[in-house]
């Protein structure tokens, strides 16, 4: 929730200062408003994700009698997902890196690079919402692949697949592009 449109070198250091200053989760439950916002400053929009934060913890505690996410483990995916985006200031997004990252469920993380080389791919179609990417992709990606999936495509974003720019002379799945043709018939002649 912090890093949610945050670069990860302000999302960090505010994720630190978070759990230095509290490092529980109830002890985080019970803080103001006005504390964690003001400790997560760095992370942007500080206001908004501390309510969110709070809220959260409250509902959580309100659903499964604690502060845990582990009885997330005995619901199906769809079930699972449905329940943390219910959470405020949790989307698909965010829903998806926990079932994927922290539990290891079939749930494909979709962020700008994996949005971006999967429409380019013809993984999903032009112009689909990030949040509609997120059950095309899970639909498509082999059970126990979400994770190498998310990886893959967020890594070729990042070196070569730039939104703006991408080096597609360089690009090992060219030919399966349907972004840049003239790169795929200068990459087969060359
Ligand atoms: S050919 Fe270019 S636009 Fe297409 S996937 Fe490769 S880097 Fe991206």
New binding site residues.
């Given amino acids: 929730m912090l890093s949610q449109h945050s670069a990860d070198i302000n999302s960090f250091p505010a994720f630190t200062s978070l759990k230095e200053r509290w490092p529980t989760y109830p002890a985080l439950a019970v803080a103001s408003l006005a504390d964690v916002t003001a400790t997560i400053k760095n992370a942007g929009l500080a206001n908004q994700k501390a309510k969110g934060i709070l809220a959260s913890l409250s509902h959580i505690r309100e659903a499964f009698g604690d502060y845990t996410l582990e009885p997330l483990r005995q619901m199906t995916v769809p079930e699972a997902l449905g329940f943390l985006k219910s959470l405020p200031g949790v989307g698909p997004k965010t829903a998806a890196i926990v079932m994927c990252l922290a539990f290891g469920r079939h749930a494909v993380p979709v962020d700008t690079h994996v949005h971006r ?1 999967s429409m ?2 013809g993984l999903v179609p032009d112009g689909v919402s990030a949040d509609k990417a997120h059950n095309l992709l899970d639909a498509q990606v082999p059970e126990g692949k979400a994770f190498a999936f998310h990886v893959a495509l967020l890594d ?1 974003g990042r070196s ?2 730039h939104a703006q720019s ?3 002379s ?2 090992p ?2 030919t ?2 349907r ?2 043709p003239k ?2 018939v200068k990459r087969a002649g060359s």
């Fill in positions: 080389v380019r791919l070729h070569l697949c991408p080096k597609c360089e690009c799945v060219c399966m592009c972004f840049k790169a795929k």
